[in-house]
């Protein structure tokens, strides 16, 4: 999930479809989490993609500095959150949230909200840093916000 999270956050967001494609194939690993399914299905096309050497060495050097910076600041602090049951509220509003983000191309770059939300909530299962949760609530609220103003809900 983090690391589709973090291609909706990116750049590539502006490019038509980015964010529909990540926010459905967020959905479904959501709905496969939320089943309880031992291993992660993605299609084909998705589970079959490679990545050059030379481009993943780039892309690792380039992020050494930032991930070390939030290594330091990530680590298990209030993990009951990041467990079933209490993961599975997150797990439906990322899940639903995904299947929002298509719409969210309308206006650009507004799935990155929603990608930072989906970001949070993967980190913070990774590291089991049930504080990220609370900040992901946060961002929420955000959305939330970004939804009434949008579209007049709420």
Not at 23 to 28: C, F, N, S
Not at 124 to 146: Q, S
């Amino acid at each position: 999930m983090l690391v589709f999270a973090l291609v909706a956050i990116s750049p590539a967001s502006v490019v038509p479809g980015v964010t529909s494609a990540v926010g459905l194939i967020e959905a479904m690993l959501a709905a496969q989490m939320i089943m309880g399914r031992p291993h992660l299905w993605l299609p084909g096309f998705i589970a079959q993609r490679g990545v050059a050497g030379a481009r993943l060495g780039t892309a690792v050097g380039w992020l050494r500095k930032p991930i070390s910076f939030i290594d330091r600041i990530l680590r298990p602090r209030l993990s009951f959150m990041t467990e079933k049951p209490w993961i599975l509220p997150w797990l439906i509003v990322v899940f639903c949230l995904g299947l929002i983000m298509p719409f969210m191309e309308l206006i650009p770059t507004s799935g990155t909200i929603i990608a930072t939300f989906i970001a949070l909530v993967a980190a913070a299962m990774l590291t089991r840093d049930g504080l990220l949760l609370v900040l992901a609530a946060g961002v929420l609220a955000l959305i939330a916000w970004v939804l009434r103003w949008f579209i007049g809900i709420f």
